[in-house]
């Protein structure tokens, strides 16, 4: 045969009847293999349960907030738990299993695609006793671009409470995600222990809002009654004041409890119905200053003005302590200053 034989493939055809053989023990193979799975399946769990990044971090005992969970979406497991703090109430804490529905619910379907828009979503679980609300956002998190969920996580008993409180709720959980991703931008491998320390005064705060009560108030017992003496100036500038910023007003004095709650009792008398839900006409020395509980009363000399920023709306400062009656910028010119605030985070 030349040496430009036509015909190579003759020069195989010693080999012929191994590669037909090779080819139906392949397929012969191929069609048993899934019989043989059945009789003797492997012993490994193909939807192995999603394990936390990092320990839980216990948060103080709260009434209304069960989980704050940070999430993200991994390409390669889908939906993963970074990091959860817990409430150490064991009846208000959610299971693992739990949280991992949550998540996938929050991080699955329609994925945020625009890295710089952000996605509310609202879920509510009767047949598991919760709801939750959570923010997706988009950050660089492990040096690549990832799909973030900040959850939180309450029992469903709370629900009417946060139905009357979500816009609060919305924007509490919005500066707390500008914070973390400004954390992020400014050392990322530091930025969830940090992110961490942030989380207590937040579930604090909310829960405080959440637990707000005002107890009933006789006209006996307030500023106008006559019963007691106060500078009638110092009164009315203090009560025009709180209507100028829609009930949002805190009094503060060094040390006298007293006089604070006769002064925040008074102006507890020009709230609306729902406003009074929102406002707390006793002093708690354990509270500081708390955004957007409307009318309070803390024993202190000074507010950080850092502090005062985040309440949604204009506030009033009654201080006791010099008599003097000081009001943030009206509501057009602070929230536009706000805005700014929430945007630097």
Known sequence: MSATDPFPRERDHGNSNNTNKNIWTSLWNYFTTPQKLAQNPPKRNLFAKTIIQRPAVQLNETNHISNVVLALWDNISGPRLEQVWGNKDQQQKLQEEDLLYAARYTLGGDLVSDASSMETKFQVVPERGYFSHSRLFHATYNEQPTLLALSLIFPINSLPHYLRLHHIVN??????????IYLLKKRRDKALDSFSTKVPEFIKNLDAIFSSK???????????????????DFLSRAITSHLQTHGSTVVIHATDEQKINAFVQTLSLFLSCDEKKRACTRVASDRGYIPDLLLQGVLTTKLDDEHVIQSMLPSTLVDLNTQNVRQTYPYQEYKLYRNDYMKLM
């Open 214 to 232: 005002l107890y009933p108030v006789r006209f006996e017992e307030t500023l106008l009654s006559g019963a007691m003496e106060e500078n009638i």
């Open 171 to 180: 924007d509490r959980v919005l500066h707390l995600v500008n914070m973390y």
